[in-house]
């Protein structure tokens, strides 16, 4: 019972990851058909914004030592800041290209980005102690959780039902739900195009944000590659969840944070260094069962 | 000119040297409907894209009231009080029908809650306040096409362009849509073009009727002037007829 609640935590904690990843990405697809691949350096440049430019071996913790009260808004204000203006100074100019193009654009941003923290942190991971009393474990229902599992997994529900909330219940919320789904229709009936990209924009710089506080504190390290494999899988989320569907990232994002973990458990000793092999496999699986994703829209169809 | 209408002048348009419309020229009263028929590719539809801004003429103008809309992009053409709804429908099909109504309110400038109000409203007058909650998506045909025309009713228009709003609709159905389109006429003093393929339709519900036909209008006048018309008839109800189509 402890062991299975454990894996119960595990699963959730990292779910939690991938589907913050994954809404992310696919917030940014919704409104303009855009896979953001420079998302993943996002996720980095938040993290490298905790220290003090530098080369050495060590870190300079400057962000980093503020209170929390300040250190999180601030963080979540770089990412919304960064997020923002790639969209002005680079996606702006592409918003009539077609996708392989923004694509593309949107790679070539991340190398941008990655060689500029490279520059100014070289490429050596450092080690840095954020939030380290929160490895302490408590004990639920007999077992023993570390603290930050249960922390990641409340802040990604409260994210969660905050945007839902902020979607429907908003007006900005509801402009964007249509300017996801037609973005020409919804232009035509008022929709601010502009407006309605950049807040969505803003907010998956804070999703980005978010998980590099998550992966500071639980690895204690900032490594420029730190949301490159975060990134990945959730891209992979959001296909699987169905492009263009929010709760299909979300659900898909636990989904493949729930085999992962699953794997790891439950396949024979000599095969869980190839987790990842079956975790992708179970991915391709299911693309050949559902290949519009799991929530496909169904507005994606009549547009493809 | 100062007369109260929404009126095109003389206005052509063509596509890669083909004329779509040729020098058409059409009022449409405010309070009245407006009748525009002709067989398929005569131009309804471009007519229709001209005078709501989505297609500028080559030549001619398009004037509401008097004042010249040129330049004014569609959505300045909707916030001044011109409508429309299309041939298929084009909700936002993942979003609810209150929702569908609420997006255009705001955009329109209304608060969320101002939206929300006017858009409830809307159902209920037209009388689908039940489908409210239902996913526009997966609507019927039917009930997709009144939700399309709310939409387009939003904040009251002056002038209200109905692309087919009765195709595929039963002969019971399109009672109904006869009915709401009088209503709108009489309660919400609005001016409507109804673009039909539905003659009986048009000639019922008109006070006046175009015919266009190869991006002309050949024809115009009372729904009787059009019954007895010959030119109509040859050009467009005759082939008709001769088909096994509607006779008049």
């Not at chain 2, 000119?1 to 040297?17: H, Y």
């Not at chain 2, 059009?226 to 040859?234: D, F, G, L, M, Y």
Request: charged share 15%; glycine share 10%.
């Amino acid at each position: 019972m402890t062991a299975l609640l454990q894996i119960l935590f595990d699963a959730l904690s990292l779910g939690s990851l991938y589907a913050l990843g994954a809404l992310g990405i696919a917030l940014i697809f919704g409104v303009m058909r855009l896979v953001n691949f420079a998302h993943g350096d996002y996720i980095a440049f938040c993290v490298f914004a905790l220290l003090w430019p530098s080369i050495d071996a060590a870190a300079i913790v400057f962000a980093g030592n503020l209170p929390t009260i300040i250190l999180i808004p601030l963080i979540l204000a770089i990412g919304a800041g960064l997020s923002v203006l790639s969209e002005i100074l680079v996606f702006r100019r592409f918003r009539n290209a077609n996708p392989a193009t923004m694509m593309i654009a949107s790679f070539a941003l991340g190398y941008v980005l990655k060689n500029f923290l490279l520059m100014l942190f070289s490429s050596r991971p450092k080690s840095i102690d954020l939030w380290s009393n929160l490895s302490q474990q408590v004990e639920i229902a007999g077992a023993r959780i570390p603290l930050l599992q249960v922390i990641t997994i409340t802040i990604t529900i409260v994210i969660l039902i905050a945007l839902t909330a902020f979607l429907k219940r908003t007006r900005f919320g509801l402009e964007m739900r249509a300017a996801a789904e037609n973005f020409t229709m919804a232009r035509m009936l008022g929709v601010k195009a502009n407006r309605v990209i950049m807040l969505a924009f803003a907010i998956s710089g804070m999703l980005a944000a978010a998980i590099g506080l998550i992966l500071a504190t639980q690895s204690g390290t900032v490594d420029i590659q730190m949301g490159m494999s975060v990134m990945l899988v959730a891209f992979i989320a959001t296909v699987i969840g169905g492009l263009g569907s929010l709760p299909g990232a979300v659900i898909a994002g636990f989904l493949i944070g729930g085999a992962s973990v699953l794997m790891q458990v439950i396949l024979p000793l000599e095969a869980r260094p190839f987790r990842d092999a079956f975790v992708y496999g179970a991915v391709i699986a299911c693309l050949i069962w559902r290949p519009q994703g799991l929530l496909a829209p169904k507005s994606a169809k009549q547009r493809v | 000119m100062t007369s109260t209408a929404l009126s095109a002048r003389n206005v052509s348009v063509s596509f890669d040297g083909l004329k779509a419309l040729a020098n058409v020229v059409l009022d449409i009263p405010p309070q009245r409907v407006t009748g525009l028929i002709g067989p398929n590719g005569a131009g309804k539809t471009t007519l229709v894209n001209v005078l709501t801004g989505f297609q500028a003429p080559d030549e001619g103008s398009v004037t509401m009231d008097g004042k010249d809309m040129a330049g004014i992009t569609s959505f300045g053409i909707r916030r001044l009080g011109i409508a429309r709804t299309f041939q298929s429908g084009r909700l936002f099909s993942e979003l609810s029908v209150l929702d569908n109504l609420e997006v255009t309110g705001v955009g329109l400038g209304l608060s969320r809650r101002e939206a929300c109000a006017k858009a409830e409203a809307m159902l209920d007058w037209i009388g689908i306040a039940s489908l409210a909650d239902r996913i526009a998506g997966g609507l019927p045909y039917t009930d997709e096409r009144r939700v399309a025309i709310g939409r387009a009713l939003m904040m009251e228009p002056k002038y209200l362009l109905l692309d087919e709003p009765a195709a595929g609709m039963s002969a019971e159905e399109a009672d109904d849509l006869i009915a709401l389109i009088r209503r709108i006429v009489a309660e919400m003093k609005c001016g409507v073009l109804l673009i039909e393929h539905n003659i009986g339709l048009v000639l019922n519900i008109c006070d006046h009727i175009h015919v266009l036909d190869s991006g002309e209008i050949i024809e115009d006048g009372s729904p009787a002037q059009i019954k007895a018309s010959e030119k109509v008839r040859h050009a467009y109800m005759g082939t008709q007829a001769e088909a096994g189509g509607v006779v008049l």
